[in-house]
């Protein structure tokens, strides 16, 4: 349930509603918006006479949310989230200029995560990706450096100023990743990983959670309420392409998930186009489908030599690639009133 209170609406009556309503067991969660608050109930509200409430002073209506969602509904939060990442050389994802998360699928080493973070970020990407424990579909597969990727990953973000984004695996890995990324991601494996899930919502550190691969749009988004409900309220979704019969592409980009996503909740939704299509001559066409769709950005594979690389080198794009894609997006971007890195929009008024 909702609470929309009236536009002015002060303190004490804030307070009064609250107390009115915790009473009866339940929590609630404020959010202020530029015209309106919003208070968004949580628990059992069976007890709650919406009557009562509509004849409390600041109270205009009060709006029953049934979805099995509530910290993840667009109707609970007055704006949309804007989730912002790292401390000293920030980065935020979900206003209007667009996020570009790239960089290796692993890391494989500093010289070349060294390498790949210089790469993206003189072409414009505002975060690194890099992958110290890997989901391989092979326990033979090249499983990740563990701890040595993460200490890599914090010292070349001291050295290039790019905040880090790196997968968590298990509940067990929580704080070390923590220690050492700003962004922790879950999987698409593991997306229905609930303890991971609650696990990942008790520390204050952003999560970028991916799609499952067969996961529907209102599993994903009861995925993210899991998080929420332990307290941590950023979340980013990532839409990474679901499991089809088509053999074409790795998986199958589902486009709509985008704006439907949009419509259900106020988090920041970024696409995958990696992962979305396993091929290196996609990303660009899915970058562009995506920024279309009304992406808050992007998450992308590079590698300064994807032939050689130790996972998904078919679907990573070489440095020059990546710079040229950074350079195509931002009339993408400007026709749906979005805008990029100013580095991007400077170097593409060089070109
Ligand atoms: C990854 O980002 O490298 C990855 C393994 O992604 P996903 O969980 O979407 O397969
Ligand atoms: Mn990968």
Not at 69 to 74: G, N, T
Not at 342 to 348: D, F, G, N, R, S
């Amino acid at each position: 349930m909702i609470i929309i209170t009236r536009q002015g609406v002060t303190d004490s009556e804030l307070d009064h509603i609250r107390e009115r309503v915790e009473i009866l067991g339940m929590r609630t969660h404020i959010s202020r918006g530029e015209h309106q608050t919003v208070i968004g109930c949580i628990g059992d509200d069976t007890l709650i006479q919406e009557v009562s409430l509509l004849s409390l002073p600041g109270v205009q209506q009060v709006v029953p949310v049934m979805k099995p969602y509530k910290l993840a509904a667009r109707e609970f939060v007055a704006e949309p989230t804007v989730v912002r990442v790292g401390d000293v050389h920030g980065a935020s994802i979900g206003g209007r200029e667009l996020a570009v998360i790239a960089g290796p699928c692993s890391v494989e080493g500093r010289e070349m995560l060294l390498a790949s973070a210089e790469a993206v970020r003189s072409a414009g990407a505002s975060l690194l990706r890099g992958g110290a424990y890997k989901p391989r579909s092979s326990p033979y597969a090249f499983q990740g450096l563990g701890v040595t990727a993460l200490k890599l990953l914090a010292e070349v973000r001291a050295e290039t100023g790019l905040p880090v984004v790196t997968e968590v695996m298990d509940t067990r890995q929580v704080e070390v990743v923590a220690e050492h990324a700003d962004v922790l991601q879950i999987g698409a494996r593991n997306m229905q990983n609930f303890s991971l899930l609650s696990e990942v919502g008790r520390i204050q550190r952003p999560v970028l959670l991916k799609r499952g691969l067969s996961a529907t749009i209102k599993e994903l988004l009861m995925a993210a309420e899991y998080i929420m409900a332990q307290g941590n309220r950023d979340v980013i979704l990532c839409e990474r392409g679901i499991r089809t019969y088509e053999t074409a592409t790795r998986n199958t980009f589902d486009v709509a998930a985008i704006p439907v996503l949009k419509q259900e909740t106020h988090l920041p939704v970024i696409v995958d186009p990696s992962h979305a299509g396993g091929r290196a001559d996609l990303v660009a066409p899915l970058s562009y489908a995506a920024i279309a769709a009304g992406a808050d950005g992007l998450i992308i594979e590079v590698h300064p030599a994807p032939e050689t690389a130790l996972s998904d080198g078919d679907q990573s794009l070489a440095p020059a690639a990546f710079a040229a894609l950074m350079k195509s997006l931002p009339p993408f971007a400007a026709a749906v009133g979005r805008t990029l890195d100013p580095q991007t929009l400077e170097v593409e008024v060089a070109a």
